[in-house]
């Protein structure tokens, strides 16, 4: 990965977490980031997350750092990561969009912005909340369904 911020290309170098060493570097790499939300560097993170990861706990730790990033930068950054996400880090932006989805406000929101979204987004997107309301129908159903009208209404 070329061009990362020194921060994200050390999470990057130890996104796998095979090793204790790489999940030590991995914390510390996000401990030095801590209160670092630049715009570069949030869209960036999302290319740390892998499907391929051995230590989904200590990845958990990358899921609340960008949680804890204002709102509706997470939100935006998180959307135009999605493409890239599905190809490595599937299960990863499964998880995200499962947490979102979860939080009324943070879904009323992520609806607004993926509106805004080019229709390449907007379709990722719409693929992935149909995989997650596939997967656990009874769980989010009600709310995909409800957050696709939305999106579908504004692409037209």
């Given amino acids: 990965m070329n061009h990362l911020y020194p921060g994200i290309a050390r999470l990057y170098e130890n996104r796998l977490l095979r090793t204790e060493l790489e999940c030590e570097q991995f914390d510390q790499a996000l401990e030095g980031l801590a209160g670092d939300t630049e715009d570069a560097v949030i869209h960036q993170i999302f290319k740390v997350f892998d499907d391929d990861t051995e230590q989904e706990e200590v990845m958990f730790s990358l899921v609340h750092f960008v949680e804890s990033v204002q709102m509706e930068m997470y939100l935006t950054q998180l959307l ?32 607004e912005i993926a509106v805004r979204m080019p229709p390449r987004i907007r379709q990722c997107l719409a693929f992935l909340l149909e995989e997650i309301k596939e997967d656990q129908p009874r769980l989010y159903e009600r709310k995909v369904n409800s957050f696709l009208a939305k999106l579908n209404a504004s692409g037209r």
């Fill in 80 to 111: 135009e990561s999605l493409p890239e996400m599905l190809e490595h880090a599937r299960n990863w932006a499964i998880v995200l969009n499962q947490r979102i989805l979860q939080d009324d406000t943070y879904r009323r929101d992520y609806a």
